[in-house]
């Protein structure tokens, strides 16, 4: 990469559609993940990993696990931005935070995620190309900078009072 890597990544700002919102007057949960998607997409092509990638190498990421905490209710006319923090990386693996923010600062939402590197002739999970996994080392070093965000590695459970 040649430019200077935004610690974190942070996407253009978004806009939540119509149909997005639910019964209940807010965005559905599940355009939550949308967003998250987007804004994701926006952080692979900065490390050569987005569409084009797919299309002219056939290989691709797949997420294998996500745990998504919905901090605030986001409604219709809303603009929000996504940012992106990778936490660790291997040869065949990204783990990555993100956080959904209203363009007026407040967090809406928050996503850990496991992404796998796959061969889309198999499709089987594979090792990153040497370029690629340069890409990558370079984001993770530079978000190496930024401390480890207070809701990764949350997991889900009741409390229960003793």
Same mark, same amino acid.
């Given at each position: 990469?040649?430019?200077?890597? %935004?610690? %974190?990544? &942070?996407?253009?700002?978004?806009?939540?559609?119509?149909?997005?919102?639910?019964?209940?007057?807010?965005?559905?949960?599940?355009?939550?993940?949308?967003?998250?998607?987007?804004? *994701?997409?926006? #952080?692979?092509?900065?490390?050569?990993?987005?569409?084009?990638? @797919?299309?002219?190498?056939?290989? &691709?990421?797949?997420?294998?696990?996500? $745990?998504?905490?919905?901090?605030?209710?986001?409604?219709?006319?809303?603009?929000?931005?996504?940012?992106?923090?990778?936490?660790? #990386?291997?040869?065949?693996?990204?783990?990555?935070?993100?956080?959904?923010?209203?363009?007026?600062?407040?967090?809406?939402?928050?996503?850990?995620?496991?992404?796998?590197?796959?061969?889309?002739?198999?499709?089987?999970?594979?090792?990153? %190309?040497?370029?690629?996994?340069?890409?990558?080392? @370079?984001?993770?070093?530079? $978000?190496?900078? *930024?401390?480890? %965000?207070?809701? @990764?590695?949350?997991?889900?459970?009741?409390?229960?009072?003793?």
């Amino acid at each position: 990469m040649t430019s200077p890597l %935004p610690v %974190p990544f &942070t996407s253009t700002p978004l806009d939540l559609q119509k149909d997005w919102i639910d019964y209940n007057g807010h965005l559905n949960m599940a355009y939550y993940n949308v967003l998250f998607d987007r804004g *994701l997409d926006q #952080a692979w092509d900065l490390l050569g990993i987005g569409a084009t990638y @797919a299309a002219t190498r056939k290989l &691709t990421t797949y997420t294998a696990e996500i $745990h998504i905490c919905y901090i605030r209710e986001l409604h219709l006319g809303a603009q929000v931005t996504v940012s992106t923090q990778v936490l660790d #990386a291997d040869e065949k693996r990204l783990h990555v935070f993100q956080e959904i923010n209203h363009v007026d600062g407040w967090l809406a939402a928050t996503s850990e995620s496991l992404t796998l590197h796959v061969d889309m002739a198999g499709p089987k999970v594979t090792p990153f %190309p040497a370029d690629i996994k340069a890409n990558i080392d @370079a984001m993770l070093a530079a $978000h190496a900078e *930024l401390p480890r %965000p207070e809701r @990764a590695g949350r997991t889900i459970s009741i409390k229960r009072k003793v």
